[in-house]
């Protein structure tokens, strides 16, 4: 059985009044959400609301748009991602990224997508570290019993819920304490993303994850808490709601959620 580690221990995530811009144009206004450690957060709420932008200030990715810029913190166990000792490699290690469409390097074999973070991290591993490691991934990404005879082929020439929990797994492999997924299930069929979703549940007791999902039902079954996000009449998205998702679901305080929720609108 593998022995290497996957992740360290999962991290509080705490955004404290959050606003954003892409040059004058604001997209997000003091937004303030709890991730707690080792449970699913889901991100709800109709298209261009802005929690992929959120999402992406979250692991230091909005400053790579060059008219982007942000107010407010992102702490990490306490810590702000944005303080500025804190290189955004360091960051982006400990707070991994899965996005809407499976990207595996198409040419890189299974094996070398699994292991591609850790030059960007500085680990070293030995032949024999590292065999544990992509199966150890490939274990907790639900992928292991379909490619285990064909790691040396490429990425590439996978299914695209395959190539998806692939990227999970090289995700996994730098240890991250928290997993954010941009929507990471829309381009796949049903079958797919069930078992994205049973990796998802299987997962979140190792790492925390947040997840931006348009699917209700889907925000239903995987996710422990829910923030609604909305933007108004060409106002900045802000969150109008958040809890737990049973309460959520179940007794929303605001109509908006409810309308919201049960496709009433968005």
């Known amino acids: ?19 954003a811009w892409f040059g004058e144009r604001k997209v ?15 991100l709800i709420g109709p298209s261009g609301c802005g929690k992929s932008t959120f999402l992406r200030i979250l692991n230091r990715m ?39 469409k499976p990207n595996p390097f198409p040419a890189m074999s299974i094996y070398d997508n699994v292991t591609a973070g850790l030059k960007l991290t500085g680990r070293r591993l030995s032949r024999a570290q590292k065999d544990d490691l992509v199966e150890s991934c490939l274990i907790k990404a639900g992928l292991w019993n379909e490619v285990a005879d064909r790691l040396r082929q490429p990425g590439g ?21 928290v997993l954010l997924m941009d929507e990471p299930c829309s381009a796949l069929d049903p079958t797919s993303t069930r078992r994205i979703e049973e990796t998802i549940r299987e997962l979140m007791h190792e790492v925390t994850i947040v997840i931006v999902t348009h699917n209700m039902q889907q925000a239903a079954r995987i996710s422990d808490r829910c923030a609604f996000f909305l933007a108004e009449q060409g106002t900045p998205g802000r969150i109008v709601e958040h809890g737990t998702t049973e309460a959520m679901f179940g007794a929303p305080t605001d109509p908006r959620t409810a309308d919201y929720i049960h496709g009433r609108f968005g």
């Open 1 to 19: 059985m593998p022995n290497a580690p996957i992740t360290a221990d999962p991290a509080d995530l705490h955004a404290r009044a959050v606003s």
């Open 28 to 42: 997000l206004d003091r937004v303030s959400l709890a991730m707690p450690a080792g449970q699913v957060t889901a």
């Open 62 to 100: 909005h400053e790579l748009v060059p008219s982007a810029s942000l107010a407010g913190e992102v702490l990490l166990d306490g810590v702000d991602v944005y303080a500025p000792q804190r290189r955004f490699t360091e960051v982006r290690a400990h707070v991994g990224m899965v996005f809407q």
């Open 157 to 177: 020439a996978l299914s695209g819920g395959q190539q998806q929990r692939l990227c999970i797994a090289r995700s996994l492999a730098v240890s991250p304490r």
